[in-house]
């Protein structure tokens, strides 16, 4: 287990372990995105629980992109006194912390924003929300809203930023052919696909610098019929890792698939969810890789790193249900985590009430 505690580097940020705190909506900001006690708190608690770096949940980049009731917001600089007091709470318990950013493109709540609903590809159908098509001159405009909330970030003073461009969000809408339906340069082959993900990296990087960590969250496979495939998934990994991406994150399944295929998957019947699309990334991408999903055990954890699965273990609702999981790993206690994943957890947090365990 030697392997899974030692200090590690991703760029320029240094690490006493290999396990993440994989980002998650906590439902503890206040009505307008602003961060709170309890946001603050609840990453805190994760680092003294001897996790060596905390993502946080998705703060949306600009006010139409926001996904839903609570969530953290970095969209203009009235939110950078709150987040720097969850960067300093995290740095006086001698933790490190990654801010994600997050457009949530056609799962944007409009009863929430009162603004248009944004996709790739306009939509009328009921397979996902109705939205209209975002226009040129709107992505332009997404693009640099996700640079300028890079910039917050640094000056709030995170260890680094993560993209999120999984789970069906519109960085991820985009990649998918399944969302994506356009016929101009955003639309069509892979690389067009991308190429509003390759843009706001360039973007983010020329706003923080080339030393500042720029982390991108990005699906293994969406686990729909016409999405993004595990080969496609490889190609952007490829064009991020010439771009100079610190380290890639890989999840998997939308917002759209349910049960087994979705973001959040319920049950525990499967161990490790995307190890076959992570052992051919880590033969073809030289970028260090975390990854997240159905690791519950030490032995598993162990098993991932020493076998050169992956660069690092995330891990969500283990660490909701028992936020000192690492630290009684590390201490000799090596009982498996005990979340059911049936993603109760979510609950409270739709009533204002913060994500948290509800298993007796």
């Not at 709470?89 to 001698?94: C, E, L, N, Q």
């Amino acid at each position: 287990m030697k392997n899974l505690f030692e200090k590690t580097r991703i760029g320029s940020l240094s690490l006493t372990n290999r396990f993440v705190y994989s980002a998650t909506w906590d439902g503890k900001a206040d009505d307008k995105g602003f961060c709170t006690s309890r946001n603050i708190d609840s990453v805190v608690e994760r680092i003294r629980g001897g996790v060596g770096l905390v993502i946080t949940g998705m703060a949306f980049v600009s006010p139409e992109g926001m996904a839903a009731p609570w969530q953290l917001a970095i969209y203009n600089d009235e939110f950078i006194p709150g987040l720097l007091k969850m960067s300093k709470a995290v740095h006086d318990a001698r933790g490190k912390i990654v801010l994600q950013l997050a457009h949530g493109g056609a799962y944007s709540a409009s009863a929430l924003t009162g603004s248009d609903v944004l996709g790739p590809s306009a939509n009328d159908s009921e397979l996902f929300p109705k939205c209209r098509e975002i226009s040129i001159a709107e992505i332009k405009q997404v693009v640099q809203s996700f640079g300028a909330a890079a910039g917050r970030a640094k000056k709030a003073g995170f260890d680094g930023v993560q993209l999120h461009s999984a789970h069906g969000y519109l960085l991820s809408q985009f990649l998918s052919p399944f969302f994506n339906k356009r016929t101009d340069n955003y639309g069509g082959s892979i690389e067009n696909r991308a190429r509003i993900l390759l843009e706001t990296f360039q973007t983010v990087r020329k706003e923080v610098g080339e030393e500042y960590p720029v982390f991108v969250k990005i699906n293994s496979e969406d686990f729909v019929e016409g999405g993004l495939t595990v080969n496609e998934m490889l190609q952007v990994c490829s064009m991020l890792e010439k771009e100079g991406v610190d380290a890639i994150e890989m999840s998997g399944g939308t917002i759209f698939a349910s049960g087994a295929y979705s973001s959040c998957r319920v049950g525990q019947d499967q161990d490790v969810y995307y190890k076959e699309a992570a052992v051919r990334y880590k033969n073809k991408i030289g970028v260090p890789l975390l990854l997240v999903g159905g690791v519950n055990s030490i032995e598993i954890a162990d098993k991932v790193i020493n076998d050169g699965t992956a660069d690092y273990i995330s891990i969500c609702r283990p660490l909701i249900r028992e936020p000192n999981l690492i630290e009684r790993w590390n201490s000799g206690d090596m009982k498996p985590a005990s979340c059911k994943y049936c993603n109760g957890c979510f609950g409270p947090g739709l009533k204002g009430e913060g994500v948290k365990c509800v298993v007796a």
